[in-house]
């Protein structure tokens, strides 16, 4: 990856350059940084690059100069940023779009900043490192590079300490210790000198989360929590007796559609069990036929979707099958009933989000057919969530299909 840093004071970068992690990956030739002196573009010989602000106010960075400079460097391939208080907030995401380019170019602006023709003309992106004013681009062009290098291939010795940051996953990371393994009086926790590795790890997830929920919370919203769920997660369609108009109990079919699409979301989302609740045998025969079948498809036939549908299963009750989580888990999981109409007292994704990493509890979500769950059943969870409205009117008749996959998402969907 290749970064032009277009600026009137290269000296900023000398030590950058050569520093730390930036330096060796700029000398083993992982990243490529090539400094654009402003003032070889300048106006006249004297090295002028600004002017006076027309209005009043202080020195502008001239157009001219700007554009000579970036026609040297840019190609089709070039992202060209300027750094400006006035731009989109640096976060982690506009971190990983700039590490998808080929070439990013930064321009520096200085004193007022720069002619506005030149943004308009030339800039992609303007981007603010935070909502102050510094003297100049030159720290947020080294904040920017050095944030983006870290996800460049190989630029971090291990791999893995970059999936582990802060904001990758959308959660802060957890804390860290060194020798001495007493200082001032203070310990290191006892799971990291454990020399036992899931304990450790356990400790790590447990801590990112408790400094996420208690510093930052509004990171939740778009936070994969999934790796952080030290519990199982458990998808239930229900087929639940309702009485139809002429007072019969009727239960709505298993269908062969609903258990290929809706395992392969539990699959992509990394669910424990898939659990069919139907009260009629003949139906509980079906699932397990279904998953036989796919059990012994030859080998080499769709090996993803057996393993998708291995993740199925078939209870004639709720209380059954809850009680069958239980004793898995040995904890007794949280239940949370979906809807597709308002109900008073319905949570946000959001906010389960926060439950389910407060708690740590094992957690059964409840999706309905046909006629959606029953009163009783809605009385007897937990947490019951807010439909899912995409904004047309009252209209919200998604398939149970869809339903799942785009909670899922929203629950344990990566950003
Ligand atoms: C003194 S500032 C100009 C401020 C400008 N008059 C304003 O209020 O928006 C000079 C230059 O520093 C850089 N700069 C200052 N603060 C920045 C920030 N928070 N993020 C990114 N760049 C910044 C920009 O390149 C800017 O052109």
């Known amino acids: 990856m290749r970064f032009s840093i277009v600026t009137a004071f290269p000296e900023y970068f000398d030590a950058f350059l050569n520093t730390s992690i930036v330096g060796r990956a700029v000398k083993e030739g992982k990243i490529e940084i090539d400094i654009v002196n402003l003032r070889d573009y300048a106006i006249n010989s004297y090295g002028q690059i600004d002017d006076y602000s027309y209005g009043g106010g202080g020195m502008v960075i001239r157009p001219e100069p700007l ?11 070039s992202f060209v940023v300027y750094t400006s208080p006035q731009g989109v907030v640096f976060n982690q995401d506009t971190v990983e779009a700039l590490a998808a380019k080929d070439h990013v170019i930064l321009i520096c602006g200085h004193y007022e900043g720069i002619d506005e023709r030149f943004a308009e003309k030339c800039v992609d992106l303007e981007i603010s490192i935070g909502d102050y004013v510094l003297t100049g681009g030159e720290l947020p062009a080294m904040v920017i590079v050095d944030a983006v290098s870290r996800l460049v291939p190989g630029v971090v010795g291990r791999g893995e300490a970059v999936l582990e940051d802060s904001f990758y996953r959308g959660m802060l990371d957890h804390p860290h210790y060194t020798r001495p393994s007493v200082w001032c009086g203070l310990e290191v926790p006892e799971e990291l ?9 356990r400790w790590r997830r447990r801590q990112a989360v408790v400094r996420t929920l208690k510093r930052r919370p509004d990171l939740l919203a778009r936070a994969n929590i999934r790796p952080y769920l030290s519990q199982g997660v458990y998808v239930m369609l229900v087929h639940h007796p309702v ?12 269908t062969g559609l609903d258990l290929h ?20 045998k003949s139906q509980q025969e079906m699932v397990c036929k279904i998953v036989n079948h796919w059990e012994k498809a030859p080998e080499g036939l769709n090996p993803m979707r057996s393993e998708a549908l291995s993740l199925l299963k078939a209870f004639d009750s709720i209380e059954d099958c809850l009680a069958w989580i239980e004793k898995k888990e040995k904890k007794k999981p949280l239940t949370v009933a979906t809807t597709a109409k308002k109900r008073a007292g319905a949570l946000p994704v959001f906010e389960l989000k926060r439950i389910l990493l407060e ?29 899912i409205l995409g904004g047309k009117g ?14 899922l998402d929203r629950l344990f969907g990566w950003r």
Do not use: Q
């Open 359 to 387: 708690r740590d509890l094992p957690v059964c979500i409840l999706f309905g057919t046909s006629w959606g769950l029953a009163d009783e059943v809605f009385s007897g969870v937990d947490v019951v969530l807010s439909p």
């Open 394 to 407: 009252d209209y919200n008749h998604l398939s149970v299909r869809s339903a799942v996959a785009i909670l």
């Open 243 to 254: 009485l139809n108009k002429d007072g019969k109990t009727v239960t709505s079919a298993v």
């Open 67 to 77: 554009y000579n400079a970036l026609k040297s460097i840019k190609s089709e391939k």
């Open 193 to 201: 000198v454990s020399g036992d590795h899931e304990k450790t790890a």
């Open 261 to 280: 699409d809706i395992s392969r979301s539990c699959m992509t989302y990394g669910i424990n069990k898939f659990i069919v609740v139907t009260p009629l």
